[in-house]
C-alpha cells in the first residue's frame, strides 16, 4: 500500500520561505491528485493546495494564495511545498494526502485515503 512521508519542515522567520516534501514509498506510484493540508493546535485541518499527478492544474487554499506553490517530480513519485513570504498564522503541522479516484472535493480531508505524519512548520514573528 502507498506510504506517504512528509519532511522538511523547520523553523523560519517571517517573511522567509522553506520548501517541505512528500514522498511516496514503495512501488512506482499513481494517483488522481496529491494535496497538502496544514493543522494548527487547537484548529480543524485545512486545505492548502492540490494538484493533479497527471496533469497540470493546482490549487489553493485563499490563505496561501500567492505565497504557496505546490509542485511534484513524478519520477521522484514525490510532491513539494514551496512557502514564501511565511506569516506566524502559517505555523502548523504540514500533511500530505493522496486522492486515489478523483471522487470527491478537493478540499474535504475525506476525499484522500492516504495521509503522511505531518512536518512542523514553525514561524516566528
Known amino acids: 500500500q502507498v506510504q506517504l512521508v512528509e519532511s522538511g519542515g523547520g523553523l523560519v522567520q517571517t517573511g522567509g520561505s522553506l520548501r517541505i516534501s512528500c514522498a511516496a514509498s514503495?512501488?512506482?506510484?499513481?494517483?488522481?491528485?496529491m494535496a497538502w493540508f496544514r493543522q494548527a493546535p487547537g484548529t480543524e485541518r485545512e486545505f492548502v493546495a492540490n494538484?493533479?499527478?497527471?496533469?497540470?492544474?493546482?490549487y489553493y487554499g485563499n490563505s496561501v494564495k500567492g505565497r504557496f506553490t505546490i509542485s511534484k517530480d513524478k519520477v521522484k513519485n514525490t510532491v513539494y511545498l514551496q512557502m514564501n513570504s511565511l506569516k506566524p498564522e502559517d505555523t502548523a503541522v504540514y500533511y500530505c494526502?493522496?486522492?486515489?479516484?478523483?471522487?470527491?472535493?478537493?478540499?474535504?480531508?475525506?476525499?484522500?485515503?492516504?495521509w503522511g505524519q505531518g512536518t512542523q512548520v514553525r514561524v516566528s514573528s
Open positions: 494538484v493533479r499527478w497527471n496533469g497540470n492544474n493546482t
Open positions: 494526502a493522496a486522492d486515489l479516484t478523483g471522487w470527491g472535493l478537493m478540499e474535504q480531508e475525506s476525499t484522500y485515503y492516504t
Open positions: 514503495g512501488h512506482p506510484f499513481n494517483c488522481y491528485a
